[in-house]
Every structure is written in structure tokens, then in C-alpha cells.
């Protein structure tokens, strides 16, 4: 059987270049993401090109290898040190500080360290007061349309896109694992980060998100149904959020003349965590789930958010007035892209996203829908397929890159 590793190798990771790249031109570089998603895997393809060393911060052999990090690391100066669950080490930053401004004097100056880790907020405040002018960052997610095979989105939308559950032999395979995975979060993970936090209420909570994907934000009707109070609500979706699972989607906030909604829309980031957790085992399930598509709508969403170029700002747009788009891109630049989608493969469009572009104008217009072939629709929107709209985003991002 291959192991792990050796299944998400057989994966390209349109990061990659991206991550090279940043690490050519500064000393640190933290690749952020969530367990099992292919941070060790990417870093280690990276590794394989130059000297390097890999050290997983949760082996305790690996750790005390740390014990004193400036001799340790001074001993690979001349490699690059990849440093896994580097949130485990809280202390190492500081040392990091001075080993990088000392190899900077000697002419040693980037792509000293490769630092993976599972939790963003934590760490990057921890970095980044340490760090400060000496550290990037970058985020890697689940699997995107652009990385697979056009003629399985719709298992990615199902199944996901964490590797081990989209290249499983079975259905009911790739459902235990995210299972697995959704157990090992609130058994193991969650003790980490938030240890005065129940199991079983994070679980609740987090199947009462699936429910309620791609919905506004109601803090208070969520309070109600776990029996708690908004600021622990609160709290709980921070602590998602930080974890790199749970998107907030931002409402517009740049048209001052229009009343607009103001609160967030929340969604699991991967479809098949949202699946798993409402018990879906495939497809044909899905499609008869009253979710189908809610679970549809945040999967394009969060694809076209990951595949967008680097300082993209991501929105939804609604006003009391019934304007509505799904999804307001402002590439760099300050170009508008509105974004609305479809689960059904004859797409219609209503009033309330001619009133919203009338509202903002955008550059391009697009309905997403399942379907293989673009065209136009009330002559100025193109509807098309997620495979090709994010591979035009993605192009976008590699132009901008190089």
C-alpha cells in the first residue's frame, strides 16, 4: 500500500512556484494551513531541491533537538530548515530573530526556514512580532478545481479536496476519513488551541455551520441552540476560523449611499468536511439534500477565493432593497468581478443581481453553473463552469506572480 506521502505526490500544488518564489526573496516563510491538506508534502517536493532538514515539532525527539536552538541550527546554516507544527515551539521565534539577522551579516540572507503550521492567528502574532521585516506568509487550502482533472469537480465537490479523501479507492472510504479527520479535530486539535472548550459542543456547533452554509451570520440563533451566550458563540467561531476551517465572507462595505447588510456570511471551507458532518455519503445523497445548494454555492465561492491572485478582497453583496451578488471579487488593481451561482444547468438571473451591478458597475460578470460550455446571458453576463473560471483566475495569479 503507498503510504500517505507517496499518494499526494502523484498531485501538483499551483502553490508551488508561488512558494519557491517567496522563499528566493525573504529569510522565513510560514506555509499556513489545515492538518492533512499537504503542507508536509509541498515542503519536503521544496526540500528535495537543496540541502535541506525536516524537523516535526510534535515528535518529542525532534524537539529536543531544539533544546538549544542556536547550535542546533547553526550546525544547518547552510540549508534550508523545515520546521513542521512549528506552533508547538512558541519560544524558537525569538532565537529565529537572531540567527537570521546573523546570517544576513555573513551574506546568508533568504530562504533559511520553511515553517508549517495548522493555526493562523496564533501563529502569526508569534511570528510576526518576532519576525517583524524577516517573515512572508502564504496559505495553502484544500484541493481546487485548477489542480485536478476538469472531469472531477463534482467528485471534489463532494468529497473535498483534503488529498486523502478526494484519491480514496470508495465513497465510503473517503467518507471514514473525513470522519477521522472531523474526530481527530475535536479530540486531539482542539485540546491544543481552545482546551476549555467541550468536544461534543464544538461538534455541535460546527454540524449546525453545515446546516446553515453560505448563510448570514446569526450569532444569536446559533447561541440559542447550543444554550450558550453570543460572546461564547463568538468565541467558538474565532476559534474555527483560526483553525483555517470556517470562512467568514465579509458583506460590501464601499457603497455609502445604499442601506446593506453588514453581517457576515459563514461557510465550512471544504465541502466534504460540510457533507460528512450532515452525514452525506455521495453524491446521489447530495443531490436530494435540502443543502445541495447552499454546499454548492460555498464550494465555488471558497475555489474562486483560493484561486484569485494575491491581495484579491473577497465580498458578498446584498441591500435591504434586494440587490444581491454572491460573490464581489476586487482583484488588485481595483477591478470588480460579480460573481453569482447556479446549481442548475439553465441558469436564470433576477433583479437582484441587475440591481446590484447596477450598484457597483463591475468589470466582468459571471454565473457559475455546472454545466461545460460558456456563454452569454442578458447580454452581459458569461455564464460558465468553475473549471474555467478558476483557471482564468489562476492565470491572473501566475501572471501576477512572475
Known amino acids: 500500500m503507498e503510504s500517505d506521502s507517496t499518494i499526494t505526490r502523484m498531485l501538483h500544488r499551483n502553490l508551488a512556484p508561488q512558494l519557491e518564489y517567496l522563499l528566493s526573496n525573504s529569510p522565513a516563510v510560514v506555509l499556513l494551513g489545515p492538518r492533512q491538506v499537504g503542507k508536509t508534502t509541498l515542503a519536503l517536493d521544496i526540500g528535495e531541491l537543496q540541502p535541506s532538514v525536516y524537523l516535526d515539532l510534535e515528535d518529542a525527539g525532534d524537539r529536543a533537538k531544539l533544546s538549544y536552538p542556536a547550535d542546533y541550527l547553526a550546525s544547518h546554516a547552510n540549508k534550508l530548515v523545515i520546521l513542521d507544527e512549528v506552533h508547538r515551539l512558541p519560544e524558537l ?7 537570521i539577522d546573523q546570517g544576513r551579516r555573513r551574506g546568508k540572507g533568504n530562504g533559511r526556514f520553511l515553517l508549517l503550521g495548522s493555526a493562523s492567528l496564533d501563529l502569526m502574532r508569534q511570528s510576526g512580532e518576532s519576525l517583524a521585516g524577516r517573515i512572508s506568509y502564504l496559505e495553502l487550502g484544500p484541493l481546487q478545481p485548477s489542480e485536478i482533472d476538469s472531469r472531477e469537480i463534482e ?16 465513497e465510503d472510504l473517503s467518507l471514514q476519513w473525513r470522519r477521522n479527520f472531523i474526530r481527530s479535530y475535536l479530540e486531539r486539535d482542539i485540546s491544543q488551541f481552545a482546551p476549555r472548550i467541550a468536544a461534543e459542543t464544538l461538534r455541535r456547533f460546527w454540524t449546525m455551520l453545515a446546516h446553515n452554509q453560505s448563510q448570514i ?3 444569536a440563533n446559533l447561541a440559542r441552540g447550543l444554550g450558550v451566550d453570543g460572546k461564547t458563540v463568538a468565541g467558538y467561531l474565532d476559534l474555527l476560523v483560526d483553525l483555517l476551517l470556517v470562512r467568514r465572507l465579509p ?8 442601506r446593506l447588510v453588514k453581517s457576515p456570511k459563514v461557510y465550512i471551507r471544504d465541502s ?16 436530494g439534500h435540502p443543502v445541495v445548494g447552499q454546499t454548492w454555492e460555498s464550494f465555488v465561492i471558497e475555489s474562486l477565493i483560493e484561486a484569485a491572485p494575491d491581495g484579491t478582497e473577497a465580498h458578498y453583496y446584498r441591500t ?14 481595483g477591478k470588480l468581478w460579480a460573481v453569482e451561482v447556479k446549481r442548475s444547468p439553465a441558469p436564470t ?22 454545466g461545460n460550455d460558456s456563454f452569454r446571458i442578458d447580454g452581459h453576463a458569461t455564464v460558465t463552469s468553475l473549471g474555467t473560471l478558476t483557471q482564468l483566475l489562476s492565470t491572473t495569479r501566475s501572471a501576477k506572480t512572475a
Open 93 to 99: 521565534f525569538q532565537s529565529l530573530r537572531g540567527i
Open 155 to 170: 467528485t471534489l465537490w463532494v468529497r473535498g479536496g483534503f488529498p486523502l479523501s478526494f484519491l480514496a479507492d470508495t
Open 217 to 219: 451570520l446569526n450569532a
Open 251 to 258: 458583506a460590501w462595505h464601499g457603497n455609502a449611499g445604499k
Open 272 to 287: 466534504g468536511i460540510t457533507h460528512a458532518l450532515l452525514g452525506i455519503r455521495d453524491k446521489e445523497e447530495l443531490l
Open 320 to 333: 435591504s432593497h434586494g440587490a444581491e451578488l454572491d460573490l464581489v471579487l476586487t482583484l488588485p488593481g
Open 349 to 370: 438571473l433576477g433583479k437582484g443581481f441587475h440591481f446590484a451591478c447596477a450598484d457597483l458597475n463591475p468589470a466582468k460578470r459571471f454565473v457559475v453553473y455546472p
